[in-house]
């Protein structure tokens, strides 16, 4: 008979301290090169609440050699008007439990680590000018670690609250060694740039696909819902089209969702997973001339992969706290 197990528990401050935004982009990496594999990942799966309105979302992974599976289960809305993330690890081979995350400090780290890997995957290897729609704490995470996967010279950011851009322009001027300049308008910020960043939460496109340029690369990261398209229809069609699981682009990829109503695109118009590009399975950017998205509606993958590092790393600084975990073996008895 099973002993009972105990699993480390985490709390949102400990998780803040145990690892610097760009340290997430190589775990989240390689977890997405095990997806290229073959490793197994299913799209979100929300359910809605109308009165109080709400929404419970859970989505799970299993990634073998990173040695964990688990997965985000969070709670949104409802009386409170606030969000909880719940992550619980557990080992890929044994199947016993590890650690229970409390997930909303690293949320905005693991999201940027993705968008971070999809951008070194797809953008020119010498782009260095991005612009930003967006400048929540979504926006700062991808711009972060964007920095630690190209050289980036000049950040550009545009939100519709002037105070607000003009926030995030002099908090990341501190943190990046680029210029970082907030600008009047969406088409302003994306004119020149060699890589376009969207997180937001908007309903409707947030820029006009006509103004980007050959070879830029764009990454939506604001878009989980088949109402919503950040990205217009042109954007789409000019695209080389790659999102982190091709089983959710016709379920919440808006903007994809979008285009193939238009008749624009069809499912066919997928170029690949990001995973299958990570492992060479399909090729990323062809051409110096291509445009490229990446469409990160998130996953389990970049979660388990950052949950299963910030593990590794809380065992090794000691921190967190041991709770019991009954098997069912004993627990059912």
Same mark, same amino acid.
Not at 6 to 29: H, Q
Not at 296 to 301: L, P
């Given at each position: 008979?099973?002993?009972?197990?105990?699993?480390?528990?985490?709390?949102?401050?400990?998780?803040?301290?145990?690892?610097?935004?760009?340290?997430?982009?190589?775990?989240?990496?390689?977890?997405?090169?095990?997806?290229?594999?073959?490793?197994?990942?299913?799209?979100?799966?929300?359910?809605?609440?109308?009165?109080?309105?709400?929404?419970?979302?859970?989505?799970?992974?299993?990634?073998?050699?990173?040695?964990?599976?688990?997965?985000?289960?969070?709670?949104?809305?409802?009386?409170?008007?606030?969000?909880?993330?719940?992550?619980?690890?557990?080992?890929?081979? @044994?199947?016993?439990?590890?650690?229970?995350?409390?997930?909303?400090?690293?949320?905005?780290?693991?999201?940027?680590? *993705?968008?971070?890997?999809?951008?070194?995957?797809?953008?020119?290897?010498?782009?260095?000018?991005?612009? /930003?729609?967006?400048?929540?704490?979504? *926006?700062? #995470?991808?711009?972060?670690?964007?920095?630690?996967?190209?050289?980036?010279?000049?950040?550009? /950011?545009? @939100?519709?609250?002037?105070?607000?851009?003009?926030?995030?322009?002099?908090?990341?001027?501190?943190?990046?060694?680029?210029?970082?300049?907030? /600008?009047? @308008?969406?088409?302003?910020?994306?004119?020149?740039?060699?890589?376009?960043?969207?997180?937001?939460?908007?309903?409707?496109?947030?820029?006009?696909?006509?103004?980007?340029?050959?070879?830029?690369?764009?990454?939506?990261?604001?878009?989980?819902?088949?109402?919503?398209?950040?990205?217009?229809?042109?954007?789409?069609?000019?695209?080389?089209?790659?999102?982190?699981?091709?089983?959710?682009?016709?379920?919440?990829?808006? @903007?994809?969702?979008?285009?193939?109503?238009? #008749?624009?695109?069809?499912?066919?118009? /997928?170029?690949?997973?990001?995973?299958?590009?990570?492992?060479?399975?399909?090729? #990323?950017?062809?051409?110096?001339?291509?445009?490229?998205?990446?469409?990160?509606? #998130?996953?389990?993958?970049?979660?388990?992969?950052?949950?299963?590092?910030?593990?590794?790393?809380?065992?090794?600084?000691?921190?967190?706290?041991?709770?019991?975990?009954?098997?069912?073996?004993?627990?059912?008895?």
């Amino acid at each position: 008979m099973s002993t009972d197990a105990t699993a480390l528990f985490l709390t949102s401050d400990e998780i803040a301290d145990l690892a610097d935004p760009d340290e997430y982009v190589d775990p989240v990496r390689a977890g997405y090169r095990e997806r290229g594999h073959g490793a197994p990942a299913k799209p979100r799966t929300t359910l809605f609440n109308d009165a109080p309105a709400g929404m419970l979302t859970g989505y799970l992974a299993i990634l073998p050699e990173t040695g964990a599976m688990g997965g985000y289960t969070y709670a949104a809305g409802f009386e409170g008007r606030d969000a909880h993330f719940a992550l619980p690890i557990f080992d890929a081979d @044994s199947g016993e439990p590890l650690a229970l995350l409390d997930g909303a400090s690293m949320n905005p780290l693991k999201t940027g680590a *993705a968008g971070a890997v999809g951008l070194d995957a797809l953008a020119r290897a010498d782009a260095t000018d991005l612009a /930003v729609i967006g400048s929540g704490t979504q *926006a700062r #995470g991808q711009v972060r670690a964007a920095a630690s996967v190209r050289d980036l010279e000049r950040v550009e /950011v545009f @939100s519709p609250t002037q105070e607000h851009r003009e926030a995030f322009a002099a908090e990341m001027n501190e943190a990046l060694d680029a210029t970082v300049a907030a /600008v009047a @308008s969406s088409a302003a910020a994306v004119e020149g740039a060699d890589v376009v960043v969207t997180a937001t939460n908007a309903s409707d496109p947030v820029f006009d696909g006509d103004v980007l340029e050959p070879g830029t690369h764009v990454t939506a990261m604001g878009q989980y819902h088949p109402a919503k398209h950040e990205l217009d229809t042109t954007t789409i069609e000019r695209a080389t089209y790659v999102p982190d699981l091709r089983a959710r682009v016709t379920q919440d990829a808006g @903007s994809f969702i979008h285009a193939m109503e238009a #008749g624009a695109v069809d499912e066919d118009d /997928v170029h690949a997973e990001l995973g299958e590009v990570l492992v060479g399975d399909a090729p #990323g950017r062809a051409s110096p001339e291509d445009i490229t998205v990446f469409d990160s509606g #998130g996953t389990a993958i970049e979660t388990v992969a950052a949950g299963k590092m910030l593990y590794d790393r809380a065992r090794e600084a000691g921190v967190g706290e041991e709770i019991p975990f009954a098997p069912a073996s004993s627990a059912m008895d």
